[in-house]
Structure formats: structure tokens, C-alpha cells
């Protein structure tokens, strides 16, 4: 399990032929590890019963102590894939359009997509939901915007179509974080006076 995100050593991985399967191409991956994501934010409900939702996008929290090793580590990775696409389909050469095609692991604004994958028989989410003590959490059918969860990663394709090019990032499980209560210190002014209005209450933070 890669946690620190200290070195990048491609000779971990390992890639397959290019391959295709419902229209699309792809070049699998086996990385020989998953990985423990920092702490990531949700940019948008995942509703468990949404039976088209297979995918959503996260934001790594800044503050989290690993993040800036994770980005300087998928920065190293979507190097690696380059180089990847550029010998399996370019004969080694990094034509012009690649640039436009290939999309790496975050997006300009470091939100990262990743994938929810279905199992192949009842179509249900596969992504495990699990507490601290890594046990599943099997009555959450909704995980709303703004939560902050922990998760592991696992990247095994590769996708190719004709607009685009992008590691395939997917959770494996996920933790929530519990939500931190900010506590508020309210002022409350009195007085005998009628002439007193709501706007002579304050709250204070």
C-alpha cells in the first residue's frame, strides 16, 4: 500500500497490450499496490440508488499533511502514462495532438474524477464504506456534498477513445470523516425598553 508518496519507481508497473472491449480501448495496468488517498472532499452527491451514476469528482483537502507529496507523485504518474500511450500507439514519438487528448489524474482545478464501478450482476456500487476499525458501514445509501472521506485508490486501465486519453482512477472503499462542530458563543443583550428589535440580538463568534 503506497501511503507517503516519497518516491515514484515505474518499475513497479507493469502494462498489457492494447486491448478493445465495447468500442473502447484500453491498455490495463497492474501497479502492484493500491494507494491511501489523502484526505479528499466531495464536489457532488453520490447517491448509491442512481443507477447511472458511475463516476464523481473529489478535491484533495489541502491542509491534509500528504497532499502536496500525492500531487508532485500523480504528476510523476501521468508522466509515466505518457510514455506509456507514446510507445503503444506513437512508436515511442509524442505527436502534437497528444497534448490536447491526454488528460492526467486531476483537472486544472485539482479535483480528481474517479471511477464507481457496478458489480456485473445486480448493477449495485461495489465501493465499500467503512469505519475506523475497518469494518463495513452497510446502511449508507447516500454520501452528501461537502463530506471528507479517506479512501484506496486503484488505477487498472488506462481508457482510449477518440477524444480523449485518461488513467481510470477508482475507489475501492471509502471512510467518512466525522464532521467537526464549530460551537458559537451567542450575546444576548437585554433591555426594558419597547422600542428593542431582533436587530439588537448578536451572535458571536
Known amino acids: 500500500m503506497e501511503r507517503k508518496y516519497t518516491s515514484f519507481d515505474s518499475s ?12 473502447k480501448q484500453y491498455i490495463s495496468l497492474d501497479l502492484s499496490t493500491d494507494f491511501q488517498s489523502p484526505v479528499f472532499t466531495t464536489l457532488e452527491v453520490i447517491d448509491f440508488n442512481e443507477v447511472a451514476l458511475n463516476s464523481a469528482f473529489f478535491k484533495v483537502d489541502k491542509k491534509d499533511k500528504k497532499a502536496s507529496s500525492f500531487f508532485k507523485y500523480m504528476e510523476q504518474f501521468d508522466d509515466y502514462i505518457q510514455n506509456v500511450i507514446c510507445t503503444a500507439l506513437y512508436e515511442g514519438n509524442t ?5 490536447d487528448k491526454l488528460k492526467s489524474s486531476f483537472t486544472s482545478k ?23 476499525d475497518n469494518k463495513n458501514i452497510d446502511d449508507i445509501s447516500v454520501i452528501s456534498v461537502d463530506s471528507k472521506l479517506v479512501g484506496i485508490l486503484r488505477c ?10 485518461y488513467p481510470q ?17 451567542c450575546i444576548i443583550y437585554e433591555s426594558d425598553s419597547e422600542s428593542d428589535s431582533e436587530d ?3 451572535g458571536h463568534n
Not at 12 to 23: A, C, E, P, R
Not at 169 to 185: N, Q
Open 169 to 185: 482512477w477508482e475507489f475501492i472503499k471509502v471512510s467518512l470523516k466525522p464532521k467537526k462542530i464549530i460551537k458559537e458563543h
Open 95 to 99: 505527436p502534437d495532438e497528444l497534448e
Open 200 to 202: 439588537e440580538y448578536y
Open 12 to 23: 513497479n508497473f507493469t502494462v498489457s497490450d492494447l486491448k478493445k472491449k465495447n468500442g
Open 156 to 165: 487498472r486501465k488506462i481508457i482510449i477513445t477518440n477524444e480523449e486519453i
Open 110 to 132: 485539482g479535483n480528481m474524477k474517479i471511477f464507481l464501478s457496478r458489480s456485473k450482476t445486480n448493477k449495485k456500487l461495489t465501493l465499500k464504506v467503512v469505519d475506523r
